[in-house]
């Protein structure tokens, strides 16, 4: 059972370009919904993270924005930089006294061009 | 801070061999997991601890996979026997016990492939 579904699959940006990526999930109990970036060879690492209270949170050139009565929520990656290309995974998260647990999306693979 | 190590980084093993990954959580960490990402597709946990204790090994067919964290340091991830359809990175994360940051931090992973 795939909770939480992820698109696009893949995208192409020039740099200075938007990149946006959207999720939706089905598991209204998730405590929070955090964005991973995983770069060739490497784990996964966390880029930014919302609550479900909290409408938009900005860090940098990275927006999420978030629907809950839609039960979506989306990524946006402002002036794309060559070095943004990578795999981004978003997921929803339960906070749990013995440790959250994370159900990821199936990853967006990202390049920007020069 | 030193990250989550995991050894090997590699491994090409037969059909039907057995195989282990070690993984290192960053120190005091309580919470340590086990992930398997597929090519293409988004990490699965399959086996969750705190301390030494197993808190979520739902998705972990135990059939052949099992795993453990002596003295709630290290873990191993064991596949006996192996599958083809095994083929895929193993990711360990680990996290403190509130996650105050919302995030785990993963080692690099083992890439297994079956032949």
Known sequence: QQQVKQSPQSLIVQKGGISIINCAYENTAFDYFPWYQQFPGKGPALLIAIRPDVSEKKEGRFTISFNKSAKQFSLHIMDSQPGDSATYFCAGGLIKAAGNKLTFGGGTRVLVKP | ?115
Request: hydrophobic letters at 35%.
């Open chain 2, 1 to 115: 801070e030193a990250g989550v190590a995991q050894s090997p980084r590699y491994k090409i093993i037969e059909k039907r061999q057995s195989v282990a990954f070690w993984c290192n959580p960053i120190s005091g960490h309580a919470t340590l997991y086990w992930y398997q990402q597929i090519l293409g597709q988004g990490p699965k946990l399959l086996i969750q601890f705190q301390n030494n204790g197993v808190v979520d090994d739902s998705q972990l067919p135990k059939d052949r996979f099992s795993a453990e964290r002596l003295k709630g340091v290290d873990s191993t991830l064991k596949i006996q026997p192996a599958k083809l359809e095994d083929s895929a990175v193993y990711l360990c994360a680990s996290s403190d016990r509130q996650g105050g940051n919302y995030g785990y931090t993963f080692g690099s992973g083992t890439r297994l492939t079956v032949v």
